[in-house]
């Protein structure tokens, strides 16, 4: 502790001698000709002859990562968080007045330089300074070693430090936004309209999830942080946009794991006069077409497994309940998943969690969740899902217990859902009662009546297929990340300590 009180009195002093010598310590600009991308984009090609023949000028600007002084020289690492580039700065050539701001530099300082592009003796490109600029002061000292066990949540904490000393975590952020830019790309081709629609909204709706609520204090109204984009993209269907998508947040108020954050990215897209099945087809094809480009292969490493975007499984939900049930216990028969009676013996032999009031639908995707999940590793859709749990989709013609839903599992992860969206508003009007029973049981996930929303489908919804994809896990897949805090710039934490200046 009184090393680092004595470095933070070292770098204060630095920035007193900075002001005393009449330099500005918070300058507010800087003319650069070249980000450090574009001076190696330039110069990497060049050979030392010809840069020594060219004496090209170049004015540059970035953060040190490295300081090596040696007597009236020194060498430094500049990164603008993108490239670096190294930094020759000699006495002879900067002056004096220049080179004592030069010892007043810090590991983290922002600085500017000016200077000629040449090759050290191991061919090393490098700045020749012949000015050095003081940009701002680094007061806090850089860790050493940023990716110890113990640095975890300072990481997630303070992402700029994150950002500043890993180089890796840049690159995952780049590549979220690469995933992001591809989707809209993929979606635009082929017709999709990007719109917005409301953050708060009277009624938290268009999935079965604990809303975060709020007030509006003008209205003395109680509002919620939205839990889905769908039940408003499904309005715009009706009034005539064909295809349509949001890529956008929602808040759900549930815990937090390696796999969910109650803040997190979704996109959700439909398209009038299709069914589950054309979705099934568009989102094997986009997701395959996002890896292939941003992961550079159909073949992605995850952990021990290397994922296969060129073979891709489906199963309904009860035949991988049966494909994938534990050896160790008698399987059951297909008739066994139509009895309650039975279901609940299934699941007591498995220890999953359930309620004594949880029909067979619900105790059915209990099983699916307790035997399955953890294998669908390769890329994986899981067709046909209970009414009972899927309040918006249209039931299955030939089987009334059954809705034509999907959901898409890679890595062990539900990474996407879709359905054959409900348009009946009678039936719509029912399933929500249904769930308003539900809430009267205890059940606080069961989803509200929207009237509004029944209104809407009462004008006429064409028949039409939508789904739901998340970004965050997705980014996951794509960059080999373990936890969804490592693909989230600024991961929920509990509040810390109150700092003391």
């Known amino acids: 502790m009184e090393s680092q009180t004595n470095l933070l009195e070292q770098r204060r002093f630095k920035l007193a001698e900075l002001k005393r010598l009449g330099y500005d310590a918070y300058p507010h600009k800087f003319d650069y000709t070249h980000t450090l991308g574009q001076l190696r984009a330039d110069f990497d090609p060049v050979s030392a002859a ?104 300072t990481r997630f904490r303070q992402r700029y430090v994150d950002l500043i000393v890993n180089p890796d975590v840049r690159s995952v952020f780049i590549k979220r936004s690469r995933i992001i830019r591809e989707i809209r790309g993929f979606l635009d081709e082929r017709g999709y309209l990007e719109v917005e629609t409301p953050v708060l909204q009277a009624i ?31 309005r715009l269907i009706v009034g005539g946009i064909p295809r349509v998508y949001e890529l956008s947040r929602i808040f759900r108020n549930e815990g937090i794991s390696t796999h969910h954050n109650p803040e997190f990215t979704m996109l959700e897209f439909y398209q009038a006069y299709s069914d589950y099945k054309d979705l099934m087809d568009l989102s094997q094809e986009m997701i395959t077409r996002v890896a292939e480009t941003v992961a550079g292969s159909r073949q992605v490493p995850y952990g021990d497994h290397v994922l296969d975007f060129d073979h891709w499984q489906r199963f309904s939900m009860k035949e991988a309940l049966l494909k994938f049930w534990p050896d160790s216990l008698p399987a059951p028969s297909e008739e066994d998943l139509l009895s309650l009676d039975k279901l609940h013996s299934l699941a007591q032999s498995l220890h999953a969690h359930y309620e004594l009031s949880d029909g067979p639908g619900k105790l059915l995707a209990v099983l699916f969740e307790t035997v399955a999940e953890d294998h669908l590793i390769q890329p994986t859709i899981i067709y046909d899902y209970p009414v009972e749990v899927s309040p918006l989709s249209k039931t299955r013609p030939d089987d009334p217990g059954m809705v034509e839903r999907f959901e898409l599992y890679i890595a062990g992860m539900e990474i996407a859902n879709a359905y054959s969206e409900l348009n009946d508003p009678h039936e719509q009007k029912a399933r929500f009662e249904e769930q308003l029973r539900a809430r009267s049981r205890g059940d606080e996930e069961a989803h509200a009546m929207d009237h509004d929303y029944v209104r809407a489908l009462s004008y006429g919804m064409p028949p039409t297929a939508g789904e739901g ?13 373990q936890s969804i805090r490592d693909v989230i710039l600024f991961p929920l934490l509990r509040p810390e300590m109150p700092i003391e200046d």
Not at 55 to 83: N, W, Y
Not at 129 to 153: F, I, M, Q, R, Y
Not at 211 to 233: G, S, V
Not at 469 to 481: C, P
């Open 469 to 481: 994809i998340g970004i965050d896990r997705l980014t996951m897949v794509l960059t080999n990340s």
């Open 204 to 234: 938290a709706g268009g999935a079965l999830a604990r809303p975060f609520r709020t007030h509006h204090n003008a209205l003395d109204i109680e509002l919620y942080m939205r839990i889905a984009l769908e039940l408003y993209l499904k």
């Open 50 to 153: 010809d840069l020594q023949e060219r004496k090209e000028s170049v004015r540059v600007c970035g953060r040190i990562l490295s300081l090596r002084p040696h007597g009236k020289a020194g060498f430094m690492d500049l990164s603008d968080g993108e490239k670096r580039i190294q930094v020759y700065v000699r006495k002879d050539f900067v002056g004096t007045e220049n080179f004592e701001l030069f010892q007043l530099f810090d590991l983290g300082d922002i600085i500017g330089v000016e200077g000629t592009v040449f090759r050290t003796r191991t061919e090393e490109l490098t700045i020749s300074a012949s000015k050095v600029c003081h940009l701002s002061k680094n007061l806090l000292p850089l860790p050493e070693k940023w990716h110890g066990l113990t640095d975890v949540e």
